[in-house]
């Protein structure tokens, strides 16, 4: 996995997260925290979880932004291993493109 896709990866996570109905300030595990993006993302998209935070900014900006960087928080602080688990080689076997 490339340094890009994980920081997608990361960025629609938090999107999601930040769409969900979590409130702001909790510090749930990890196992919550899958729900309510997997919940999410099924109820908006990936696309719509996007959509939501532009309008809270617009909306709300005052609110929006400690949202966005509690979700932000929470999704590196739970994800933080798999991002530094260096890669696996492909059994061993060389990828040509």
Do not use: K
Request: some cysteine.
């Amino acid at each position: 996995m490339t340094t890009n896709t994980i920081t997608l990866l990361s960025a629609a996570r938090a999107e999601a997260l930040f769409a969900s109905q979590l409130a702001t300030g909790s510090r749930p595990v990890r196992a919550v925290v899958e729900t309510a993006i997997r919940v999410a993302v099924r109820a908006y998209g990936v696309r719509g979880c996007a959509g939501q935070v532009a309008a809270e900014y617009g909306d709300h900006p005052e609110l929006a932004v400690p949202r966005m960087r509690w979700a932000r928080d929470v999704v590196e602080q739970l994800y933080r291993a798999r991002l530094a688990r260096p890669e696996q080689p492909c059994g061993g076997w060389a990828l040509v493109a």
